[in-house]
């Protein structure tokens, strides 16, 4: 499951901007396997409420793409895409995601480079992975240019992730989510547009 690693040593300036690879990736797919779909059931139903049909959504951070499986069953007509920093992740939601129908594009590739065309996305998406972005503001500005004019951001991350940082965005709300592990992951919800 995420874990907040600026919480570990009591300031944000110790975010880990590394991508989780080999053996910690092989244990975070386990748990992420294990624990993830109860948290993502709740997220994937907030996201499956906000997306227009028949959506692009591209979802950062993606991990080993439990977010992607929950949200295609909830939401079959949505096409999902997923990038990772780390290759071992997206290798592991490669094999996680095989058996949907179509598959979704899976990517190596950082939030403040991503791989897509201007306005490629009705909805981008990312949870519990803003607070590891090593520039924040790099990444509001590529989300903002991959989203269509009418595009939106939803970020679920606990409170202290870099919210102000996204000024490429225009905030519409930002609210507590309620996490079914809530004493122990307390969980912004960050809806944003394109400015």
Same mark, same amino acid.
């Given at each position: 499951m995420p874990h907040d690693h600026a919480h570990d040593h009591g300031t944000d300036h110790h975010r880990h901007h590394g991508p989780i690879e080999g053996r910690h990736s092989h $244990?975070?797919?386990?748990?992420?396997?294990?624990?993830?779909?109860?948290?993502?059931?709740?997220?994937?139903? =907030?996201?499956?409420?906000?997306?227009?049909?028949?959506?692009? +959504?591209?979802?950062? @951070? &993606? @991990?080993?793409?439990?977010? !992607? $499986?929950?949200?295609?069953? $909830?939401?079959? /007509?949505?096409? !999902?895409?997923? +990038?990772?920093?780390?290759? /071992?992740?997206?290798?592991?939601? &490669?094999?996680?995601?095989?058996?949907? &129908?179509?598959?979704?594009?899976? $990517? *190596? *590739?950082?939030?403040?480079? !991503? %791989?897509?065309? =201007?306005?490629?996305? =009705?909805? +981008? +998406?990312? &949870?519990?992975?803003?607070?590891?972005?090593?520039? %924040?503001a790099a990444g509001a500005t590529e989300i903002a240019r991959v989203l269509r004019p009418d595009g939106r951001f939803l970020d679920y991350d606990f409170p202290r992730a870099p919210f102000e940082a996204l000024t490429a965005l225009t905030e519409s709300s930002r609210t507590p989510f309620r996490s079914p592990w809530l004493l122990l992951m307390k969980t912004t919800r960050f809806e944003a547009a394109k400015r």
């Open positions: $244990r975070y797919n386990r748990i992420a396997r294990l624990l993830g779909p109860l948290q993502y059931r709740r997220i994937a139903a =907030d996201i499956a409420a906000s997306a227009p049909r028949n959506a692009a +959504v591209l979802d950062i @951070g &993606t @991990g080993p793409g439990i977010l !992607l $499986r929950v949200l295609a069953k $909830r939401r079959p /007509d949505l096409r !999902l895409t997923g +990038v990772d920093l780390a290759q /071992d992740m997206i290798d592991h939601a &490669t094999r996680n995601l095989a058996h949907l &129908t179509p598959a979704p594009d899976l $990517r *190596a *590739a950082d939030v403040a480079a !991503l %791989p897509f065309d =201007d306005g490629a996305f =009705d909805l +981008v +998406v990312s &949870t519990y992975s803003s607070h590891h972005w090593s520039d %924040p």
